[in-house]
């Protein structure tokens, strides 16, 4: 019997001239096995339908029609969508009160309300709405789901009885507070609830597109709030009618389940009657019989885990992700609470310690369900950090604070690394995860890479010292999916290791706030547990889906080096300022415990600053998160990052200031300062003589046709009126530097237009727009003249708006070339970088990477050499051939790339969203050219980098009769001690950080005049290793070291 027409509308989309309408004669649809648990009359219902004399076999026709039928506008009288709400009412009243300032919940309802209803519009950005919501539920609703339906712009809140309860968000498809699951005639109908709406959206409030920068005048509409039934078995039916529709369509038409699914859909709309709820149960039975099909037992398993990746800071400043982090674990909250199933995996210690502090009631639930292993803090980091610009020792603390985090509050430290959404990860991350108590990668980003498709999804990665982790890329190339048939099969389909691993992992939510994973999202994933035709979808949790590749591990490939995004790699300079911060606090920071750490141990009453410390690390590591370092965030965050900064140098600086004053108060001047007597300080573990006065004497001498040459017995150079280094000249090796006719030091400016994400990407095309900077200023003049300093200036006009002055330094002894650069930068769009076309060849280059470093091409030989056409570095680079060499050394930049025998060095950008300041103004760095013969490691590059980014500390001092004092020395120049700290867990022991930075295999000493009385091997996270105690011998501590390797250790200090 064919279901009756009930007047509904055929899709009226007019079809390809191809499309002829076949008849299934004699079409009789026992295929799919009858459960027999039906009641008699469903099993009636459903026999008399599939007896039906005809089918219509036309694929699109029978497709669309079942879309139709769920889709709500076009026909929303015969849709089953047009039923998901029942009876509606309206509020009993609704009053609101506006403020700029995030406010706690207590002072917001202590304010004066004012009369508001649905279509006002409130604001302006960044601004908060309170709404005072009262309401009444009708009495005839008992028995029923009840829910207040709010539909506005912005992020909202709900707040009952003075706890958050519900986030609110349209654009994460939330746009309901469930009330009651079903009304009781007892439970009081009536009750006054709060919903704090922030003036942005999910993301921001970009003025035409999401990464413009903010419209600052945007105003935000309520467009519903009432009260409405909510038809909980429509609801299921339409999750039903949409898995079986994205069956058909998305298995495609070689596959006989596509076919399956389609007609059973359109059976299954023969049969409903969506005025008459009667209907419906059979169609539901219909339904899940199909999804109970299983599969075979070699189908591929999909882990799904939710998710909700949070953006510390981004489009919107910090303070707003506070409350984006609330809106969104609140929901997930609410959601654990319905299903006892649900998973979710949530990074970042940081945003863990906003809601602690924030938010005490909604963070003891996650507690609690952190306990059952549902609520799975995840990373193992401070924050999602850049990959790539941080210092080895910050990464460190990015583990440190965060692990000893999540022991402290969780119980257990994350055995993952989670940073899904960052662009790009150094070779040095493998070792440090090992060693930070971390077996596991998770990331996607790659995906996102323009040139080259990389080749796994499940692999070991090697570090450059050779440490392992088991790495997994979400084969759906996502972290925020939505639980969809489609990506489940892509999950699957593009898992690039399918037949060796049978596991992939899926995340899926919204992200961003207000977000997180749906009730449709977890229904969906239910059917799709087990179904004949899609791989097998279980909740998860980290440990067990890794522990599930880890038994499949022995078939996998191991990818070596660095994982290097092809894309976003303008993030390297953007923001000149936020990449000063962080290297010049990172030193700060360095020197501030190095000197702290010395104190502690010469004097009893110094108390060592750790929670000031622990302090301004927080601040540094929050900075470094994935948006801020790399400068792809809007102003309002930029100036929060400098206030930032500003805290740690002004701290910091004080932090130093007490060190030195407990070490060395008897010999420091009170009065006013003179620099006849000078107590110098150096925070590197090795010699340096160095020139720190301006006074004296000097070489230096001045041609007619402008140039001038500069030598001080190491080096000579010869530089143009326009401050380009004609020749560089290693004197005791007889070697140019700079290749023949040509010279460096050269300015030269790009057009740098991207395809859309401007602060992230520079194009490869930018290079073809390339113009010397050659408009002559100022002429070189001669500055200082003096036998241990002399220097040049000159000025170059980048344009009308901008202006290079430079002062070229060189000091008695020094191997470099020193380029103290200041540049007024006012340009749209456009690039500036120096070049220094050298006298080398060489087919790789060697870049520094934290704690170590790396080589890459000079040539663009392949698609995965010229997709690097733009990379990172951090303190210095070096291009050598056999015998001889150039390194450039910079003290805060972090862009480079080296073409050939060309060096660069990436200056600055101007790019205007969604910041559209960004770089404009003042700037000023130095960079040094270091020619030197043999290999760097034999010349020293890699200290001499350290000494340019760590100036002697100088304070006038009473006497220059104070004898010299080391506290440590490390015999191999191979090995640097990067770091000296007090232990976290031991107020009388220090930590000292050493690691191998030649690429060598090293034995050593370290010696040491503090009052050490124990030596003990530890970890990243300093836990010792009871069975490795070092013995103290007359020449210190021997230490080995593999190449590239970092060790810590422990010194117990006598008291
Ligand atoms: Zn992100």
Not at 604 to 629: A, E, G
């Amino acid at each position: 019997m064919q279901a009756p027409p009930r007047g509904r509308s055929r899709p009226t989309v007019p079809l390809p001239p191809h499309g002829t309408c076949a008849v299934a004669h004699g079409f009789r649809l026992p295929l799919w096995p009858d459960s027999g648990a039906a009641p008699p009359s469903v099993s009636a219902l459903l026999r008399g339908a599939m007896a039906g004399p005809q089918v219509l076999k036309h694929r699109r026709t029978t497709l669309e029609r079942a879309e139709k039928f769920l889709s709500g506008p076009g026909f929303p009288d015969c849709s089953l969508r047009g039923r998901l709400f029942g009876g509606t009412c309206p509020l009993v009243s609704l009053s609101c009160f506006q403020t700029p300032q995030r406010i706690p919940y207590d002072e917001a309802v202590r304010q004066e309300f004012r009369p508001a209803k649905v279509g006002d519009s409130f604001g302006p950005t960044w601004w908060t709405c309170w709404f005072k919501v009262e309401l009444s539920i009708p009495r005839e609703w008992v028995g029923k789901e009840v829910h207040l339906l709010w539909e506005s712009d912005g992020e909202g809140m709900v707040w009952r009885d003075a706890q958050p309860v519900q986030g609110l968000t349209k654009e994460g498809e939330k746009t309901s507070y469930i009330l009651t699951d079903n009304l009781k005639e007892a439970e009081p109908h009536s009750l006054t609830v709060y919903v704090e709406v922030a003036c942005n959206g999910l993301f921001g409030a970009g003025k035409g597109s999401l990464i413009a920068p903010p419209d600052p005048d945007k105003k935000f509409t309520l467009h519903k709030a009432e009260l409405v039934v909510f038809n909980r078995d429509v609801h299921e039916l339409l999750v039903d009618f949409e898995i079986l529709v994205d069956m058909a369509k998305f298995l495609g038409e070689e596959n006989q389940r596509s076919f399956q699914m389609l007609y059973v859909a359109n059976q299954m709309v023969n049969l409903l009657d969506v005025t008459d709820s009667s209907t419906f149960p059979a169609v539901r039975h219909r339904a899940s019989s199909i999804f109970r099909q299983k599969n075979g037992e070699s189908q591929h398993t999909i882990h799904a885990m939710g998710h909700c990746h949070i953006d510390s800071a981004w489009l919107w400043p910090y303070e707003e992700s506070i409350r984006k982090c609330a809106r969104s674990w609140v929901t997930v909250v609410r959601l654990m609470e319905k299903n006892p199933e649900f998973t979710f995996v949530c990074s970042q210690a940081q945003q863990f310690e906003w809601v602690r502090n924030w938010y005490p009631g909604l963070y003891a639930q996650i507690q609690d369900y952190a306990k059952e292993g549902r609520f799975i803090p995840v990373g193992g980091t401070w924050v999602e950090m850049d990959g790539n610009l941080p210092s080895g020792e910050s990464m460190v603390r990015q583990f440190l604070q965060g692990q000893r985090f999540f022991q402290q509050q969780f119980g257990k430290l994350c055995l993952e690394f989670w940073l899904p959404d960052t662009f790009g990860y150094s070779a040095q991350l493998p070792q440090l995860m090992r060693g930070c108590g971390i077996r596991w990668f998770l990331t996607q980003k790659l995906s996102w890479s323009l040139v080259n498709t990389f080749p796994h999804s499940t692999f070991f990665w090697e570090g450059i010292d050779g440490s392992q982790v088991l790495t997994h890329f979400p084969p759906g190339n996502s972290y925020d999916l939505k639980g969809r048939v489609e990506e489940m099969l892509k999950t699957m389909n593009n898992n690039k290791d399918k037949g060796r691993v049978n596991h992939s992992a899926a995340l899926f939510g919204f992200g961003d706030g207000g977000g997180g994973p749906t009730q449709k999202m977890l229904d969906r994933l239910k059917r799709m547990s087990d179904t004949d035709g899609l791989p097998r979808v279980q909740m998860s949790t980290p440990d067990h889906f890794f522990s599930m590749l880890e038994k499949e591990k022995t078939q996998l490939f191991t990818w070596t080096g660095e994982l290097f995004l092809e894309l976003h790699n303008g993030t390297y300079t953007t923001q000149a300022q936020i990449k000063k911060g962080n290297r010049e606090c990172e030193r700060i920071l360095h020197d501030a415990e190095v000197l702290s750490s010395f104190a502690l141990t010469q004097k009893n009453t110094f108390q060592y600053p750790s929670i000031k410390l622990q302090h301004l690390w927080r601040l540094l590591l929050l900075n470094q998160f994935h948006d801020v370092l790399p400068g792809s965030c809007i102003q309002l965050v930029v100036e929060d990052a400098m206030k930032y900064y500003a805290e740690i140098r002004s701290m910091g600086g004080l932090l130093i200031k007490d060190a030195v004053r407990s070490l060395f108060g008897e010999l420091l001047l009170t009065g006013p300062e003179t620099e006849e007597s000078l107590l110098v300080l150096n925070t590197l573990p090795w010699e340096r003589t160095e020139v720190i006065s301006r006074t004296g004497a000097k070489t230096l001498g001045a041609i007619a046709d402008g140039s001038v040459t500069m030598e001080n017995g190491v080096i000579a150079a010869h530089l143009d009126s326009m401050g380009r280094v004609m020749s560089l000249y290693l004197v005791h090796s007889g070697r140019e530097s700079v290749q023949d006719g040509h010279c460096a030091n050269q300015f030269v400016i790009f057009d740098d237009v991207p395809l859309y994400w401007d602060a992230w990407d520079v194009m490869d095309y930018h290079l073809e727009t390339r113009k010397p900077v050659t408009t002559l200023l100022k002429p070189l003049a001669i500055v200082l003249t003096g036998s241990l300093r002399g220097s040049v200036k000159f000025s170059l006009q980048i344009s009308e708006r901008s202006v290079i002055t430079q002062e070229v330094i060189l000091d008695a002894m020094c191997p470099y070339l020193r380029f103290l650069t200041q540049v007024d930068w006012n340009e749209a769009h456009r690039f500036l970088k120096v070049e220094f076309p050298l006298r080398v060849r060489s087919m790789n280059a060697t870049y520094e990477i934290q704690f170590g470093h790396l080589q890459r091409p000079t040539h663009w030989n392949t698609s995965w050499d010229w997709a690097r056409f733009e990379v990172w570095t951090h303190k210095w680079m070096d291009l050598s051939e056999h015998g001889f060499g150039v390194a450039l050394l910079n003290d805060c930049k972090y862009g480079a790339s080296v073409h050939k025998n060309v060096m660069s060095l990436s200056l600055l950008r101007a790019p205007k969203s969604p910041d559209a300041t960004a770089d404009i103004g003042p700037h000023e760095f130095t960079y040094a050219m270091m020619p030197h013969k043999g290999s760097f490691h034999e010349a020293g590059v890699i200290h001499y980098a350290y000494n340019l980014n760590f100036p002697l500390h100088t304070v006038p001092a009473v006497s220059a009769q104070c004898p010299a004092w080391s506290a440590f020395s490390v015999h191999s120049p191979a090995v640097v001690l990067e770091t000296v700290k007090q232990a976290e867990d031991r107020l009388d022991g220090l930590v000292v950080r050493l690691y191998e930075s030649h690429g060598s295999t090293v034995v050593t000493w370290l010696q040491t005049s503090l009052p050490v009385k124990e030596a003990i091997n530890c970890d990243l996270l300093e836990r010792p290793d009871p069975s490795s105690h070092l013995p103290l011998e007359e020449h210190g501590l021997k230490l080995s070291f593999t190449p590239f390797q970092v060790r810590s250790v422990l010194l117990i200090l006598r008291q």
